[in-house]
């Protein structure tokens, strides 16, 4: 069984910052690329950034130049610092890994519960 567990959402004023952290745990062989998404009320889950093993990454148009995605490989674990938010920032934060099991060993995606976050005018 694979975990992601997220923290560090919260209210939070325009202009303000948090951080998200997402730890995996369990029957982990290997983690590939992991990320974030978002869902906010009425609207579909969307893409907020995503990083790969070594460090490459990609990110959404609207966060960019005010969120940054890092991992640590070795604590298996994705942060998401998020600078200057915006009231259309309020969602939920969606933790994402694509997770190779140990037993059996297989591929597969893996989400987090979802933290929120909201931000207020």
């Known amino acids: 069984q694979v975990q992601l567990v997220e923290s560090g959402g919260g209210l939070v004023q325009a202009g303000g910052s948090l951080r998200l952290s997402c730890a995996a745990s369990?029957?982990?062989?290997?983690?590939?690329?992991m990320g974030w998404y978002r869902q906010a009320p009425g609207k579909r889950r969307e893409l907020v950034t995503t990083?790969?093993?070594?460090?490459?990454?990609n990110i959404a148009g609207p966060v960019k130049g005010r969120f940054t995605i890092s991992r640590d490989n070795a604590k298996n674990t994705v942060y998401l610092q998020m600078n200057s938010l915006k009231p259309e920032d309020t969602a939920v934060y969606y933790c994402?890994?694509?997770?190779?099991?140990?037993?059996?060993?297989?591929?597969?995606?893996?989400w987090g519960q979802g933290t929120q976050v909201t931000v207020s005018s």
């Open positions: 994402y890994a694509d997770i190779t099991t140990i037993v059996p060993q297989l591929p597969g995606d893996y």
């Open positions: 369990g029957n982990i062989f290997s983690i590939d690329a």
């Open positions: 990083i790969t093993t070594g460090g490459s990454t």
